[in-house]
């Protein structure tokens, strides 16, 4: 049991994460994406606008008829028809609701709606009142609220509530308000408007100054009980606030703000990478909780603390939000900790003046790397210190790509230990399928292939692809890192690193199993 006060999650990622330039799906694509949001277990949401295609009418019915579970909400503006048509697409939805939305600020009434207060009032109060005859529950949003002078906003949030709107969203639209200024805005509205202590209250912020998640959480300490978000914060311009940003927010500063939702956090990390590859939507680097870097350390003090304790230097557990993330990369940046303990992976022990000598290796070619992959680190190992240390390498690889519908791969595998060399050959959808799967032929044991990541390292013609594949062995996972001009030789060269990693902690177990 909790005391803390539970924030309804409103996923606005299919209606205003798909007005991001280039995120559209296919309205058949919305469903499986709708599955996804409601498995994370958001409370409501918005699938898209119903009068503006027929695809996304089809697409908001087939969500509305298919999942009964959660609330859909129909998006219209003050107009009969876009009200009638949301009203249609959500008729066969278990729980729906219109949401309404209408310009409140003089900025938009004058340049955009060309309309008089007097007369966007009078639109309101009617549009909500035909709303009414059809839904329960209607949300009314006063579209640009943060630039609405507040004794404007104030009289058409009334003319809503007494038309029977049970929600009122007071989004900043144009990303422009401040968390004090928008959380003043809640409670005024909130203690001002007549019938304003009556209704629930929702934010819905835009990140065109980075503050959409701060804005958000200004509005829940100002009584607002719903925030409407997107996944990876993906949406018009800079985007909405993003759902994992607010949802950790609200979970690691519990203590402090007193706020819980129903998201389960272990999905977030699994959602995100489906959103975003769904959107075509790559994902900033630094991104707060999802983004590449946001569990990855290369400094040597970082990485020593993190080893020591990982409460040193991260305030959250990856793991928790389903992030299969390794949390040292080598740079020049990084301590003779980390190293040893990279190692340590592939079964190599060394220490005393013996890593110290091989800590200067590691940081002169540091120096001329981004970043030191494991299989360039290996190879490290054998020349500086002549150890055998990997049990396969990859050899030659060639692949026929192209616009056929399948792409060929035929891979030579050295099998260091045994002295000797096998060759496979595969097809796949793309060449990294036919790579990885013929590679699979090659290895031994029994090792199912994880997840693969591709980053780019620098761009031009010397281009560099940065590969990071995770392979499952006996219900522990494991990791294999290269860089490669070639990205196909990358992701060939990790996954060969993350089997030689698997293999080589399950030979380590064997001897210590003999020892004991
Ligand atoms: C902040 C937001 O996210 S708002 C949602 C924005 N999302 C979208 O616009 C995506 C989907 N939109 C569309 O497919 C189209 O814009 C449609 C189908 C909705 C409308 O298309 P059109 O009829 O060709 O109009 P168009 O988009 O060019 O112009 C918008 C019209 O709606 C009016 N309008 C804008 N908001 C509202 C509102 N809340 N209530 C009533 N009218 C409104 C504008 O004043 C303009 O009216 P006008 O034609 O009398 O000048
Ligand atoms: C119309 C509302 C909900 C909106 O999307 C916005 O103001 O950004």
Redesign the pocket.
């Known amino acids: 049991m909790t005391d803390k006060k539970r924030i309804q999650i409103f996923d606005t990622t299919l209606r205003?994460g798909e007005?991001a330039p280039g995120a559209s799906v296919k309205p058949e694509q919305k469903i499986p994406l709708a599955a996804k949001l409601i498995e994370l277990g958001v409370d409501v949401i918005e699938p898209g606008?119903p009068?503006?295609?027929p695809g996304e009418f089809a697409a908001v019915q087939e969500i509305s008829r298919r999942f009964q579970q959660v609330e859909i909400c129909g998006?219209a503006?003050?107009?009969k028809g876009?009200i009638e048509a949301a009203v249609k697409a959500t008729q066969d939805a278990a729980r729906r609701r219109i949401h309404l939305?209408?310009?409140s600020s003089d900025i938009h009434l004058q340049h955009?709606?060309?309309k008089t207060r007097k007369e966007a009032v009078a639109?309101a109060r009617e549009m909500t009142a035909y709303a009414r005859q059809f839904s329960d529950v209607v949300e009314f949003t006063a579209?640009d609220a943060t630039r609405t002078r507040i004794e404007d906003l104030i009289e058409m949030v009334e003319v809503a509530i007494e038309e029977g709107a049970s929600i009122i969203n007071l989004?900043d639209?144009v990303g422009y308000a401040l968390p004090q200024e928008y959380g003043n805005m809640f409670r005024r509205v909130r203690e001002e408007a007549r019938g304003g202590q009556t209704v629930q209250y929702s934010a819905h912020c835009h990140n065109d100054l980075g503050l959409a998640v701060a804005n958000s959480l200004a509005a829940i300490q100002n009584g607002a009980s719903q925030v409407e978000v997107t996944v990876n914060g993906i949406g018009?311009r800079t985007g909405n606030a993003a759902l994992e940003e607010l949802v950790m927010a609200l979970e690691t500063r519990g203590d402090a703000l007193g706020f819980t939702t129903g998201i389960a956090i272990d999905k977030l990390y699994e959602t995100s990478r489906i959103i975003s590859g769904a959107m075509h939507f790559p994902m900033a680097y630094n991104k707060p909780i999802v983004g590449r870097n946001a569990f990855q350390h290369e400094s040597g003090i970082h990485q020593d603390g993190l080893l020591k304790d990982r409460s040193t230097y991260e305030i959250m557990n990856p793991e928790k939000m389903g992030i299969p993330r390794s949390m040292i990369i080598l740079g020049k940046h990084s301590g003779r900790h980390a190293l040893r303990d990279r190692l340590a992976r592939y079964g190599i022990e060394i220490q005393g003046e013996e890593l110290n000598e091989f800590y200067n290796v590691f940081k002169e070619a540091a120096d001329q790397l981004k970043v030191v992959s494991d299989n360039q680190l290996l190879q490290m190992v054998s020349q500086s210190l002549g150890r055998p240390t990997q049990v396969y390498e990859l050899g030659d690889v060639q692949v026929v790509a192209g616009s056929a519908s399948n792409r060929v791969a035929a891979v030579t595998l050295h099998h260091l230990h045994e002295n000797r060399e096998s060759s496979h050959s595969s097809m796949g959808n793309g060449p990294l399928e036919a790579v990885i799967a013929a590679i699979s032929q090659g290895i031994d044991a029994e090792i199912t292939f994880g997840d693969l990541e591709l980053h780019s390292l620098s761009g031009g013609e010397d281009a560099h692809a940065e590969a990071a594949v995770s392979v499952e062995r006996k219900g522990k996972t494991y990791r294999g890192t290269a860089v490669h001009h070639d990205i196909v030789m990358a992701a060939g060269l990790a996954y060969v690193a993350a089997c030689n990693s698997a293999v080589l902690s399950a030979e380590d177990e064997k001897q210590e199993m003999q020892m004991n």
């Open positions: 205003d007005q606008f009068i503006s295609s998006f503006r003050a107009v876009d939305f209408i310009s955009q709606m060309r639109l579209m989004p639209t018009e």
